[in-house]
């Protein structure tokens, strides 16, 4: 099997910068995916393939990933942030999708 | 803009088989190179992918639920289905079908997801 690695919480208040990790041993060689899930909606997807942005995500959300290592960083995060976020990828094999455990992120 | 719309029980008894439907809108489900896959949320926990089955025909599924699982298509209808026998109270979620282009030989960002549904198991 295969795990992706997130805390369980983070907390920052309005303004600051929020960094959400996400530890896995494929990442080396695999994207990481970024979506961010608020009470009662299906997620969204706000970071592909490492640090690629859709349309219509602000731009306050960046991703990097290095090693082992991807983290989701939301630059001066605003209350409307405060959601869940799940980072996704697969294996080394690229056959197992694999979501992280989800990190709730307060804004106050 | 393609939409997803999941379908089905809402309630299904300990045992029996869950059937989902996902219809797809404003795209087909048999063009372009598209996983279309199924991933489950049971109340306050986190997200796990159930499988998909590519544009081709071909299915992957989590070894988890590899022997529970079926992944279906049916393109004159435009939908793909889910199939999970011998449901347990530990398969109570909310269960969103989505879809996903390619990256290269493997699957990519799932970046369309239907509204879920939630099914409970209970008799």
């Known amino acids: 099997s295969y795990e992706l690695t997130q805390p369980p919480s983070v907390s920052v208040s309005p303004g600051q910068t929020a960094r959400i990790t996400c530890s896995g041993d494929?990442?080396?060689?695999?994207?990481a995916y970024w979506y961010q899930q608020k009470s009662g909606q299906a997620p969204v997807l706000v970071i592909y393939e490492d640090s690629k942005r859709p349309s219509g995500i602000p731009e306050r959300f960046s991703g990097s990933s290095s090693g082992t290592m991807a983290t989701l960083t939301i630059s001066g995060a605003q209350v409307e942030d405060e959601a869940d976020y799940y980072c996704y990828s697969t294996d080394s094999s690229g056959n197992l999708v694999v979501f992280g455990g989800g990190t709730k992120l307060t804004v106050l | 803009q393609v939409q997803l719309q999941e379908s089905g029980p809402g309630l299904v008894k300990p045992s029996e088989t869950l059937s989902l439907t996902c219809t797809v809108s404003g795209g087909s489900v048999s063009s372009g190179s598209y996983y279309w896959s199924w991933i489950r949320q049971p109340p306050g926990k986190g997200l796990e992918w159930i499988g998909y089955i590519y544009y081709s025909g071909s299915t992957n599924y989590n070894p988890s639920l590899k022997s529970r699982v079926t992944i279906s298509v049916d393109t004159s209808k435009n939908q793909f289905s889910l199939k999970l026998s011998s449901v347990t109270a530990a398969d109570t979620a909310v269960y969103y079908c989505?879809?996903?282009?390619?990256?290269?030989?493997?699957?990519?960002?799932?970046?369309?997801w239907g509204q879920g549904t939630m099914v409970t198991v209970s008799s």
């Open positions: 494929a990442l080396p060689k695999k994207y």
């Open positions: 989505a879809r996903a282009p390619p990256h290269g030989d493997y699957v990519g960002a799932f970046d369309i």
